[in-house]
């Protein structure tokens, strides 16, 4: 069992930039980051795979949002830049145990961390 622990959510403007983390507890695959806005079904935002360092974006954030790995201190970070009110909602990193599709099944899951941006 890998365990998740976010942070780095928050209140900030439109355009304002936001770095969210994730600490893994043991190995894993891949990373992704999902968001849920309120009244919205769960998207998947990026991914990383853990090995290569390959990337993979949603279109509504390719060119704004990087995500990166430490292996070191085996976290995910999720850097939001340029940050629009559309991308408000509660951010979840997500890990896969072994190799999936990027929008594929997702082994375990953080508790998720606010993201709120005004306008």
């Known amino acids: 069992q890998v365990q998740l622990v976010e942070s780095g959510g928050g209140l900030v403007q439109g355009g304002d930039s936001l770095r969210l983390s994730c600490a893994a507890s043991?190995?894993?695959?891949?990373m992704g980051w999902f968001r849920q806005a309120p009244g919205k079904e769960r998207d998947f935002v990026a991914g990383?795979?853990?090995?290569?360092?390959?990337?993979y974006y949603a279109d509504s954030v390719k060119g704004r949002f990087t995500i990166s790995r430490d292996n070191a201190k085996n976290t995910v970070y999720l850097q939001m830049n340029s940050l629009k009110p559309e991308d408000t909602a509660v951010y979840y990193c997500?890990?896969?145990?072994?190799?999936?599709?990027?929008?594929?099944?997702?082994?375990?899951w953080g508790q998720g961390t606010q993201v709120t941006v005004s306008s």
């Open positions: 997500a890990a896969q145990a072994g190799y999936n599709n990027w929008r594929g099944r997702y082994d375990y």
């Open positions: 043991g190995r894993i695959y891949t």
């Open positions: 990383i795979r853990w090995s290569s360092g390959n990337t």
